[in-house]
RNA sequence: GGCGGAGUAGCCAAGUGGUAAGGCAGGGCUCUGCAAAAGCCCUAUGCGUCGGUUCGAUUCCGACCUCCGCCUCCA
């Protein structure tokens, strides 16, 4: 079966095709973070489905290039930066870092690119020309706008990723006055002038000084790293209208008549969650930073595994109890991969395939890692049978072994922490083993306490002691 | 008001036109000097409600109820 993917586009699950026509390189843009706070766990979400989708294509053989682009310019930093009397440097850098930080504690591999908003500026005056010359842009008092009905009238499609009736678009609260300007209420801004609150986030334009929109940054910089049409798009649901489908127009509408050609060939949204039960929101005490969590104790992989636990199309509900039975569940995943490696010793085979194959049927089918984790869990299940039994070869289990380490280059959330234990913990445990055999049994707990202070748990099987991290 | 998504055991969550994966929690058991460890076993006659189609529906159709998202800068 082939692998295959929910295309917002044609709101249906299709056949993953790469535009490559070697069939091997993949374009992937993910809509990154806008860096004005510390990341919370709505927005790891999404980043984190993203990283499935890539390592899944990376398992499946295909060559990813993968960006991810960094928001470093927008209302709310340039509020926060006037506010702190900051530069615009320095505050997006700390929470950019911190994004970073975060990324790497939720195991994301990094992307191939991470393109600030800031740094292409050029690519983004020059994208807005083409737009200017294609007629698609006009000028009011120094802020450039993206004319839906130039666009329409030229025949090209506003509305590709949802039904979209703009005469029925509610003129809500959230249209601001700074927005009176605009021919019609959908259009949008591709450059904005620059006004008194900006402070000194600025930049020279053909239109006089001023900064870009927000959307025209994510189809600035896509194009210039992945080609003016690449294969994957993915962002939050809630990008999906006006921003994914502004950058679509910006895109296609850049393009000169005769050479257009589709931006993105597969749109993918993740859904969004809800932290217990409820919308995350600051009043409800509901809303947790990745930092937030960390300090409850808990860590990366247990977040990761957690938020990689349901299916990206459906709203999850986060909870700090399901955070709680990941690290039980991980932990079941930890023994079992142990007792392997102990079973497997020096022995190495070739990937056993009977649990890969379903896996790769589960994730191909448009992510089904809840499919894909049962099918880890009914192997585990059945490899401690076997191994209860002592039914298992050190070449079997050195075949499940390998094959769990190719599912784990897509979920990657094996333990990491589980060393060797050091001489010093071996020897404590031998002396424990000493005063067991000798049925000093005070002196055998009084050991096992000093173990676990040192942050070593023993456990004794009928084939002898273990020890694995406490 | 418009568009879209979802309702499966205490909780989370797959799935299928033929009678319900998996995880957590809970219960039982095994191993053990002990176990706080680990493993095994058990746990939905039921899949929001009411109709319809069908030999048969949780799965298809219709209505209804409830929840959620988007509708101009929120992942």
Same mark, same amino acid.
């Given at each position: *079966?082939?692998?295959?993917?929910?295309?917002?586009?044609?709101?249906?699950?299709?056949?993953?095709?790469? =535009?490559?026509?070697?069939? /091997?390189?993949?374009? *992937?843009? #993910?809509?990154?973070?806008?860096?004005?706070?510390?990341?919370?766990?709505?927005?790891?979400?999404?980043?984190?489905?993203? $990283? @499935?989708?890539?390592?899944?294509?990376?398992?499946?053989?295909?060559?990813?290039?993968?960006? *991810?682009?960094?928001?470093?310019?927008?209302?709310?930093?340039?509020?926060?930066?006037?506010?702190?009397?900051?530069?615009?440097?320095?505050?997006?850098?700390?929470?950019?870092?911190?994004?970073? &930080?975060? #990324?790497?504690?939720?195991?994301?591999? &990094?992307?191939?690119?991470?393109?600030?908003?800031?740094?292409?500026?050029?690519?983004?005056?020059?994208?807005?020309?083409? +737009?200017?010359?294609?007629?698609?842009?006009?000028?009011?008092?120094?802020?450039?706008?993206?004319?839906?009905?130039?666009?329409?009238?030229?025949?090209?499609?506003?509305?590709? +990723? +949802?039904? @979209?009736?703009?005469?029925?678009?509610?003129?809500?609260?959230?249209?601001?006055?700074?927005?009176?300007?605009?021919?019609?209420?959908?259009?949008?801004?591709l450059w904005k002038a620059r006004s008194p609150e900006d402070g000194d986030v600025f930049w020279p334009s053909p239109w006089g000084e001023g900064r870009p929109g927000w959307h025209i940054e994510c189809s600035a910089m896509s194009m210039q790293l992945l080609g003016a049409?690449?294969?994957?798009?993915?962002?939050?649901?809630?990008?999906?209208?006006?921003?994914?489908?502004?950058?679509?127009?910006?895109?296609?509408?850049?393009?000169?008549?005769?050479?257009?050609?589709?931006?993105?060939?597969?749109?993918?949204?993740?859904?969004?969650?809800?932290?217990?039960?409820?919308? *995350? !929101?600051?009043?409800?005490?509901?809303?947790?930073?990745?930092?937030? +969590?960390?300090?409850?104790?808990? !860590?990366?992989?247990?977040?990761?595994?957690?938020?990689?636990?349901?299916?990206?199309?459906?709203?999850?509900?986060?909870?700090?109890?399901?955070?709680?039975?990941?690290? %039980?569940?991980?932990?079941?995943?930890?023994? #079992?991969?142990?007792?392997?490696?102990?079973?497997?010793?020096? %022995?190495?085979?070739?990937?056993?395939?009977?649990?890969? $194959?379903?896996?790769?049927?589960?994730?191909?089918?448009?992510?089904?890692?809840?499919?894909?984790?049962? #099918?880890?869990?009914?192997?585990?299940?059945?490899?401690?049978?076997?191994?209860?039994?002592? &039914?298992?070869?050190?070449?079997?289990?050195?075949?499940?072994?390998?094959?769990?380490?190719?599912?784990?280059?897509?979920?990657?959330?094996?333990?990491? !922490?589980?060393?060797?234990?050091?001489?010093?913990? @071996?020897? @404590?445990?031998?002396?424990?083993?000493?005063?067991?055999?000798?049925?000093?049994?005070?002196?055998?707990?009084?050991?096992?306490?000093?173990?676990?202070?040192?942050?070593? =748990?023993?456990?004794? %099987?009928? /084939?002898?002691?273990?020890?694995?991290?406490?």
């Open positions: *079966m082939a692998l295959r993917f929910f295309n917002t586009l044609s709101r249906s699950v299709q056949d993953f095709v790469p =535009l490559d026509p070697g069939g /091997k390189r993949v374009g *992937m843009y #993910c809509c990154g973070p806008t860096v004005y706070d510390f990341g919370h766990i709505g927005n790891f979400r999404t980043f984190v489905f993203a $990283d @499935l989708v890539r390592r899944h294509l990376e398992f499946r053989g295909y060559q990813v290039t993968h960006v *991810m682009n960094i928001t470093d310019v927008e209302d709310k930093i340039i509020r926060r930066v006037r506010e702190t009397g900051e530069t615009l440097a320095d505050y997006t850098g700390r929470y950019e870092s911190a994004f970073l &930080a975060d #990324c790497e504690t939720l195991r994301l591999r &990094a992307p191939h690119h991470r393109p600030r908003a800031t740094d292409h500026i050029g690519p983004i005056i020059g994208l807005i020309r083409r +737009l200017e010359a294609n007629g698609f842009a006009y000028v009011v008092d120094g802020s450039v706008y993206f004319s839906i009905d130039r666009y329409r009238g030229a025949g090209r499609c506003y509305g590709q +990723l +949802l039904n @979209l009736d703009l005469e029925q678009l509610r003129t809500g609260e959230r249209v601001r006055n700074d927005e009176y300007a605009k021919e019609a209420v959908a259009d949008f801004a049409s690449f294969d994957l798009h993915l962002g939050g649901e809630d990008l999906v209208f006006p921003h994914h489908e502004d950058e679509i127009a910006q895109s296609e509408g850049a393009a000169p008549e005769g050479e257009r050609r589709p931006f993105v060939k597969y749109w993918l949204h993740g859904a969004h969650l809800l932290v217990e039960g409820k919308k *995350m !929101s600051k009043s409800l005490g509901n809303f947790f930073t990745l930092r937030d +969590l960390l300090e409850r104790g808990f !860590s990366g992989r247990e977040i990761r595994y957690l938020l990689l636990s349901a299916h990206y199309r459906d709203s999850f509900n986060f909870t700090l109890d399901g955070l709680a039975g990941a690290r %039980t569940a991980l932990g079941r995943i930890d023994e #079992c991969v142990a007792r392997l490696r102990e079973t497997a010793g020096n %022995t190495s085979d070739e990937p056993a395939t009977s649990l890969l $194959d379903r896996f790769t049927e589960a994730l191909d089918d448009d992510l089904n890692v809840s499919a894909a984790w049962g #099918c880890v869990f009914d192997w585990v299940r059945d490899l401690n049978r076997r191994l209860d039994a002592g &039914a298992l070869s050190s070449a079997a289990a050195a075949a499940e072994l390998a094959a769990w380490q190719r599912i784990d280059t897509v979920f990657d959330v094996a333990n990491r !922490s589980e060393a060797i234990a050091p001489p010093e913990i @071996l020897a @404590l445990v031998e002396e424990r083993q000493a005063a067991r055999k000798a049925r000093d049994f005070p002196q055998a707990d009084v050991l096992r306490k000093r173990l676990l202070d040192a942050g070593w =748990l023993v456990e004794d %099987t009928p /084939k002898g002691p273990r020890v694995k991290r406490a």
